[in-house]
């Protein structure tokens, strides 16, 4: 099935570091999401763009919907231990297509 | 409020056997969706219900079907399991149709042996 791409596929981190992430598409989607997954559980939604170029914070975390409506990216600042799972983009056409993820680890 | 919840939380099944999940989307949300992630993925959609009616499906095979009731819950079923069906199966809940922020459950987790 079609998937996004992320990259970097993961990410090895000390605790405070600053933390980004990105995400391309060969299609335009209208809406972007960003989704955190950690192990036994459904994926979480972290935030959700709707405009080309929009930039949107959630905590430390801020992601942006490329102007050219292909790609997005999200940072995370000052990392945390519970930062750690899987960080999966989405984007939205006739349906919702993901990333392929992008494992996230937190050493103290 | 009450979020998106599935069952059951595992699940065994035999080759060629059928399967039912189920579904119970977050209060207010009229739409399901329904998504296959296989380890080390993303969710793949499988088809989206609204108002009772599939309005959007992906690519997989007719022998994955679901229901959605008027309550909003739903079911996924599958016919003829294989054992590429073993996967982690999630269900999630939107407002209404097309709206992007969709709400996810925990999921089932299918083994198909």
């Known amino acids: 099935g079609q998937q996004l791409n992320q990259s970097p596929q993961s990410m090895f981190i000390q605790e405070g570091e600053d933390v980004s992430m990105n995400c391309t598409s060969s299609?335009?989607?209208?809406?972007w999401l960003w989704y955190k997954q950690e192990p036994g559980e459904g994926p979480v939604l972290l935030i959700a763009?709707?405009?080309?170029?929009e930039l949107t914070s959630n905590g430390r975390l801020t992601a942006q919907f490329g102007i050219t409506r292909k790609d997005s990216f999200l940072n995370i600042s000052a990392s945390i231990p519970s930062d750690v799972g899987i960080y999966f983009c989405?984007?939205?056409?006739?349906?919702?297509?993901f990333g392929t993820g992008t494992r996230l680890q937190v050493f103290p | 409020e009450t979020g998106v919840t599935q069952s059951p939380t595992h699940l065994i099944k035999t080759r060629g056997q059928q399967v039912t999940l189920r579904c119970s989307s977050q209060?207010?949300?009229?739409?399901v969706s329904w998504y296959q992630q296989a380890l080390g993925q993303g969710p793949q959609f499988i088809f989206q219900?609204?108002?009772?009616?599939e309005n959007g499906r992906g690519n997989f095979p007719p022998r994955f079907s679901g229901l959605q009731f008027p309550n909003y819950s739903s079911e996924l079923n599958v016919n003829a399991l294989e054992l590429d069906d073993s996967a982690l199966y999630l269900c999630?809940?939107?407002?209404?149709w097309g709206q992007g922020e969709q709400y996810f459950g925990p999921g089932t987790r299918l083994t198909v042996t």
């Open positions: 999630a809940s939107s407002l209404a």
């Open positions: 299609s335009i989607f209208n809406t």
């Open positions: 763009l709707y405009k080309a170029g």
């Open positions: 989405a984007g939205l056409g006739d349906k919702l297509i």
């Open positions: 209060s207010g949300h009229n739409t």
């Open positions: 219900y609204y108002r009772e009616e």
